[in-house]
């Protein structure tokens, strides 16, 4: 495989696109605000107009857009993916969203000949730079071993989870642990603070022991040094845990730690934050 169409020019999408790129595979791409494309058309990616323009004759088609909305209309949409590109292609969605939404495009690309996988990924702006994300994979295992080179070009830690959807599962329960952790660097740096310690000699003291996470290593720094700039948004991280919680709630699972951490993002976002990295947690304990 060698074309490849690419939707959603994100904080990650950008990079995950120029490694793709980087590693020899023809690029064409779409995003709804087009000059966000601009520095990879200069790099020699071809621009097209829809998302179906963007899945026409590719052999693989790649989507990392924004809500389980966003995902359900690129490629359900009349001029969408499924109804242009063709047979035989494969189709690679990397957005977090809905198990039950990536089964049912999975059903309707196999019903036109069309392999599907769900392919969400964890490691951020930083991961997506690096080309060191982890991405989990959900759909049947002759079309990831088929698409290996693809994401052999974006991250490192890959894993087949299961059927159609088993990826996204596998991100809710990423980004369940994330939540505990985030807030606790959050509440040790509040402690430390408030005990009038010096908060980087603390980081540094604690961040190779038991302590150590990569929220402590990646995202705390951020904390300190007041830079909320998103690796990744408040605001898609809120739907990343309504999404953990719907299926909680449908196995009557409880979440309480996701439950209190979403709740104060939540608050964030009714602050105006919601633009914001999910290091501003700090900010409610402020």
């Not at 120029?18 to 071809?46: C, H, P, Q, W």
């Not at 989990?136 to 693809?150: R, Y």
């Not at 290593?217 to 007041?226: C, D, E, F, Q, T």
């Not at 690796?231 to 809120?238: D, L, S, V």
Request: glycine content about 12%; overall charge negative; hydrophobic content about 45%.
């Amino acid at each position: 495989m060698k074309k490849i169409g690419f939707i959603g020019l994100g904080v990650m999408g950008q990079s995950m696109a120029r490694n793709l790129m980087k590693a020899g595979f023809s690029l064409t791409v779409y995003n709804r605000t087009k000059s966000k494309a601009d520095g990879l058309i200069a790099e020699g990616a071809a621009w097209a107009d829809t998302p179906g323009q963007c899945a026409k004759d590719q052999d693989a088609v790649i989507t990392i857009v924004g809500y389980p909305k966003d995902v359900h209309q690129v490629y359900f949409n009349e001029d969408g993916i499924l109804a242009n590109a063709k047979p035989g292609a494969y189709l690679i969605d990397m957005t977090t969203t809905s198990p039950k939404l990536s089964i049912e495009i999975y059903e309707a690309a196999k019903a036109r000949g069309i392999f599907a996988l769900d392919a969400p990924v964890s490691g951020g702006d930083v991961g997506a730079k690096n080309a060191t994300l982890a991405i989990m994979v959900g759909g049947d295992q002759a079309a990831f071993d088929t698409c290996m080179p693809i994401f052999s070009a974006m991250g490192q830690n890959i894993r087949h989870m299961g059927a159609a959807g088993a990826g996204q599962h596998t991100k809710m329960a990423n980004q369940i642990a994330i939540a505990g952790a985030v807030a606790g660097v959050c509440e040790a740096l509040a402690y430390a603070k408030a005990a009038g310690l010096d908060l980087q000699g603390v980081l540094d003291a604690i961040s190779t022991g038991a302590a150590g996470s990569w929220q402590m290593s990646n995202n705390a720094p951020r904390m300190l040094a007041g830079d909320y700039a998103p690796g990744f948004f408040i605001k898609h991280y809120i739907k990343d845990l309504v999404i953990a919680k719907e299926g909680a709630d449908g196995v009557s699972l409880s979440l309480p730690v996701a439950e209190v951490v979403l709740g104060m993002y939540q608050q964030l976002q009714e602050e105006g934050f919601g633009d914001d990295g999910t290091q501003a947690l700090i900010k409610y304990y402020k």
